[in-house]
C-alpha cells in the first residue's frame, strides 16, 4: 500500500500522518527527540521528500508560503532530469518497507509529479 497525504499546512496532516504511522505504515522518518512546538508528536514529513518538494518549487520562483502563480507545467523539462531520479530513489527505499506514506503539504501542489511515479 502507498498513501500520500495531502493536506495545506494547519489542516491537520501531522494527526493524518501519526494516525497512519500508529497504523503500521511506514514514514521514512520518526518523531524528532526535541519535539516543535507546533507538533509536539512530530510532523510525519521526511525530509527527503521536503527538500525535493522545497527544490522543485525553487525552481519556479515560488515556496510552500507563496505559491500563487504556481504551475507545474513549468517543469516539465526539468523532471525528468532534476525530480525523477531522486524521486525513483526516494520511492524504492520506501517500497523496502511497504506498506508506506508521505505527508508533505506541498503534496497540494506537485502531488501530480509524483503521480506519474507510482
Not at 514514514?27 to 526535541?34: D, F, K, L
Not at 510525519?44 to 522543485?56: D, I, R, S, T
Request: hydrophobic letters at 40%.
Amino acid at each position: 500500500m502507498q498513501v500520500f497525504v495531502l493536506g495545506m499546512h494547519r489542516s491537520g496532516g501531522a494527526a493524518v500522518g501519526g494516525i497512519l504511522q500508529r497504523m503500521g505504515l511506514y514514514a521514512g522518518t520518526t518523531p524528532p527527540e526535541t519535539p516543535e512546538e507546533d507538533y509536539p508528536a512530530g510532523s510525519w514529513e521526511h525530509p527527503n521528500v521536503v527538500a525535493l518538494n522545497e527544490g522543485l518549487l525553487a525552481l519556479t520562483g515560488r515556496d510552500w508560503s507563496r505559491p500563487i502563480g504556481f504551475d507545474l507545467r513549468r517543469l516539465a523539462g526539468k523532471l525528468p532530469t532534476v525530480f525523477q531520479p531522486k524521486a525513483n530513489a526516494l520511492l524504492g527505499d520506501l517500497e523496502d518497507h511497504r506498506p508506506w506514506f508521505i505527508k508533505d503539504p506541498r503534496l497540494c501542489l506537485l502531488f501530480p509529479a509524483w503521480k506519474r511515479l507510482v
